[in-house]
């Protein structure tokens, strides 16, 4: 800027386009900001990593495999790639996305686009992530249907339509764990909150896996989690998670309708934050039906076959 | 001259504490300054015209809409810039980025009219060179031009500024002025800074404000001839001047509420009219309010 520069006020700027199209805008800014955030980059290259190299491995074709020492590997494993790294990869990028943004302080605020469709904006780059997962999530089904597993002991107890359950589950982490990082951010400012919430998810799924029998309870612990696993395989014990696997992914399209509207109701007042208190009332008590029906309904958990545990025949 | 803002026994508390104190305030277009100590309830102020923080009490009209009103909000803050004191940059961040995402917010949707009023707005302020620079690479004065390039976005009616000049170089500031003059012909700014020769370059009215509550409100020109006869200049120090300072060539410059008999009397400055003011409120004089 040069003290003899002429200033360009003579410009006639183009007429705002109002309300309209500006989550459109914002979502396309908010999306090429998560794909340069450093976290997510990184989730992004170890989940294709790992879904390559798991479809290359030895036991590629076998959901269940008898190794050395009794052990067992599963296809049923796959949801916990895109869980662990684009769920919780998404959580901690989109946490960073999201505070970033609201760095610019009274400069956002001054705006005429409201907290909700900035917050809105936000929840819709969180479909990136799902998107990635749900791609390698089709590859894998697809797999799955057109060569078979051998030895399936656990194809014999799933439907098609639960295993496409089972996959979506993996999806909808990826997709949950993003718009929970949002609205972290949006309700909890201190720096860490994003990996606190993520430490706190992994220790959740871990300690909802502890107890392995085939009471209700079991099961009502199991599928609480947003996260767990379908087949575990540790110490020589293999097991198979029972529930119902159709409702329990409505159960996790609850819980990441119910954080989006946790992180749209932040900075929203009057009927819009009544309208958005009276959604997340419904979608909770749906949310609890879901669980509740994940539980009582569908196969109960089993030990593998080779277990003198095993109880289905 | 139409009004573009008035401001009604407006109060605003931060808990126990008072920032603004039944505050009247009309603006018109024009480039206005306000001047006041740190903690005088400027940027209260700015923030409420921005509607950025309600009023606690009184009543405001902006742009001859309710700021208490969710959709006059909204069109008050399509037709209205704002450079805080303080901005934050989204990390990773370029200008042009930056000035872009703001834009967005301002409901520029249509891309290629946005791309171009980024680029209209960071030449402006004479940061086009430096478009494609990350934010964090800038310096403190570029960062304030990107921040003030994105308050001039759409040409807005209504324009606050906070302390704008904060880092700037004084050719910076010079251009500065040029531009903001030119927006002063059509719009209305209100520019909050602790340089009193920026306000006396630019602004035809100014505004002084003094723990919460508006100590003088009217020509910067009234202000300054307010002081005539109270600055002097003499060989030692007087210690009964409000503010007195050794000048580059050894001379003591000297401001007080009254100037001795028989001194060398200096022209006034906005700057000596503003510590006459401060220092008479101190000493309970009273001085002249226009």
Redesign the interface.
Known sequence: ???A?????D????P???????V???TR?EVG?LL??PVFIIAVLLFVLTAVMGSVNEYANADYVITEGGGTESNLDWPVLPAFMLGLGGLIAMN?VTK??S????????????AFQ?SLALCLACLVPAGIALLAGVFEFTRWMVDPPVQSMSWGEFTSGELAAIVLQGVLAALGGPLLGVAVARWWRWPTAGAITAVGLILWSVLSGVVRDTSVWERLLHHTAPFTLVAYNTEGVSWTQGGNHYWRFAYLVGLCLLAAIAACAHGS??ELRRTLVRAALIVGGLTILALALTVLTGQVGHYGPWDPRWTLS | MSTTVTFTGVTRRHGKGIALDRVDVALEPGVTGLLGPNGAGKTTLL?LL???LPPTEGRCRILGLDPDS?DDR??I??R?G?L?Q???????FTAFE?V???A????????P??H??VR?VL?????ADLAGKKMRRLSGGQRR?V?LA?SL???PELLILDEPTNGLDP??R???R??LS??GQRSTILLATHQTEDVAALCERVIVLDSGRIRYDGSVRDLVAQAAGRVWLADVESPNALSSWRTGTGRFRHVAMDAPQGVELAEPTLEDAYLLLRGGERDSVDMEVA
Not at chain 1, 5 to 9: E, K, M, Q, T, W
Not at chain 2, 104 to 111: I, M, P, Q, T, Y
């Open positions: 800027m040069s003290a520069s002429a200033p360009v006020l410009a006639v700027p183009q705002a386009a109002g309300a309209q199209g500006v459109r805008t914002l800014i900001r340069r955030q960073r970033g943004a760095r610019a302080g009274d400069v956002v605020l001054a705006a005429p686009a409201s900035r007042t009057g | 923030r921005a509607t950025v969710s909204i069109e803050r399509r209205l704002y805080p303080e901005v934050g940059y989204p990390r990773g930056f872009d995402y703001v967005a917010l301002k409901e520029w949707s249509d891309r009219g946005r171009a009023e209209r030449d402006l302020v004479g940061m031009r921040a994105q976005i759409g040409s050719e910076q010079a251009s500065l040029g531009v030119s927006a």
